[in-house]
């Protein structure tokens, strides 16, 4: 038996939570060293008046991973089933990659969108905390191969799938914060 491939009952494979996990911790030591040591100047900096400071890019991440947590312990367990042909594989791919994808720029919803009033120290912390989160829920009894939640542009995503695109999410932002670090009037200090 592949120990890669999906279980078809809803539990995940001890593969499939590793790969998860790898990925989790992966993605948040990746925004943490982007973030690691950033004088209220930088934190603050924006390469154009419309565009996010680095504080405001690394408030969205731990803003989506903790309303993902909230659905995940609200909405999920009533979600309805992903079709029963979809492939599983496929989209496990796709979550990994789309939301790494900087070609193609949203605007992010209200419920969404940074304060800019989050401290580094918060992110971090607010960071620490959903990881864990994503962490138990990953130990959880739930059927997370078994209930599908829609996302805007990809579409129902099981709720392993959404543990790899919050990673995903994660690295895509992280890309964004160097883009803004490499900007030729990034403060030095």
Not at 148 to 159: T, Y
Not at 173 to 184: G, L, M
């Amino acid at each position: 038996m592949d120990v890669s491939a999906p279980d078809r009952t809803g539990t995940l494979a001890q593969a499939e939570k590793d790969k998860a996990r790898r990925y989790l911790a992966e993605t948040r030591d990746g925004l943490t060293q982007a973030i690691d040591g950033l004088s209220d100047a930088q934190w603050t900096y924006k390469p154009e008046h419309d565009c996010w400071s680095i504080g405001e890019i690394a408030e969205h991440v731990v803003i989506v991973e903790a309303r993902l947590l909230q659905r995940f312990a609200t909405q999920f367990a009533d979600a309805p089933a992903p079709p029963a042909d979809r492939d599983v594989q496929r989209l496990d791919e796709l979550a990994m990659r789309a939301g790494v994808d900087r070609s193609s720029k949203f605007l992010a919803p209200a419920a969404i969108a940074p304060t800019g009033q989050v401290t580094a120290q918060e992110v971090l912390e607010r960071l620490a905390a959903s990881r864990a989160g994503m962490d138990a829920f990953l130990d959880s009894p739930a059927d997370h191969r078994r209930h599908a939640m829609p996302h805007p542009v990809i579409g129902l995503l099981d709720a392993y799938q959404w543990v790899l695109l919050v990673s995903a999410h994660a690295a895509r932002h992280t890309k964004q914060i160097e883009e803004v670090k490499a900007s030729s009037d990034f403060p030095m200090s």
